[in-house]
């Protein structure tokens, strides 16, 4: 089991931000715009009704607070101490009580509780902690035989340095500068390996684009830049 799967700068750069998390119009503009997108197409495949779900690298609870409207009920982990308050404080603003949150690493809570939780969710993660195949690993051994575990991150390639870096960071400033480091973006291929090595089977992929003139997002077939994967646990 390791503990130490996390970086500290990561941790601060999303802290300090962490009381703007909900403000629609602030730096998490794209991640409201996209969480419908993520939201439905998890639901489609794996039904939330009833379930027990796991958002992993939860931040202020944007998913995992739509998600709890949906689910059973819903767990959110994350090592930044600041996004998992304004996650607390939120839920209890909006009467949300089906959810709770927790600052304990991934690979902790599968030893703790494996094969927990019928959905895993953990988006926009990957990218951002040294090991991602560590992660990986735990959110399968999260999820129970049958269950579905959900992925997003950045593809690896000069497109998605052009776009991901240069165009939301720099131009269209959708992202705060410094968000990403397009050395940790991890290709399809790679993650598609950490996901065997799990013992996951994969099972969908979408690719998400941004239209800049009409600003709205849409999920698509091209995951040259931002995709989504979809995978299953052996029963």
Do not use: F
């Given at each position: 089991m390791s503990s130490t799967n996390v970086d500290?700068?990561?941790?601060a750069k999303f802290s300090d931000l962490a009381h703007r998390?909900?403000?629609k119009e602030s730096e998490f503009r794209p991640l409201h715009e996209i969480n419908p997108l993520?939201?439905?197409?998890?639901?489609?495949?794996a039904s939330l009704k009833g379930k027990r779900a796991l958002d992993v690298g939860c931040g202020g609870g944007i998913l995992a607070e739509a998600m709890a409207l949906r689910a059973h009920h819903v767990t959110g982990i994350d090592l930044a101490v600041k996004p998992l308050g304004v996650a607390r404080?939120?839920?209890?603003?909006q009467g949300v009580a089906n959810i709770d949150y927790r600052e304990v690493p991934a690979e902790?809570?599968?030893?703790?509780?494996?094969?927990?939780f019928d959905v895993v969710t953990c988006m926009e993660m990957l990218e951002h902690v040294p090991d991602p195949s560590s992660t990986v690993r735990a959110c399968a051994q999260l999820a129970k035989p049958s269950g579905w575990v959900f992925f997003s991150t950045l593809n690896r390639n000069p497109k998605s340095y052009l776009f991901a870096i240069i165009g939301a960071e720099y131009v269209l400033k959708l992202l705060p500068k410094g968000t990403h480091e397009h050395s940790r973006f991890i290709k399809p291929s790679e993650?598609?390996?950490?996901?065997r090595d799990a013992g996951l089977l994969w099972q969908a992929t979408k690719g998400m684009g941004y239209n800049p003139l009409t600003r709205r997002y849409s999920?698509?077939?091209?995951?040259?830049?931002?995709?989504?994967?979809?995978?299953?646990?052996?029963?």
């Open positions: 500290a700068a990561e941790l998390w909900w403000d993520r939201l439905e197409w998890i639901d489609a495949l404080l939120h839920a209890m603003e902790a809570l599968a030893a703790e509780a494996p094969g927990a993650l598609a390996r950490y996901c999920l698509n077939e091209d995951t040259s830049v931002n995709y989504l994967v979809a995978c299953r646990k052996p029963a």
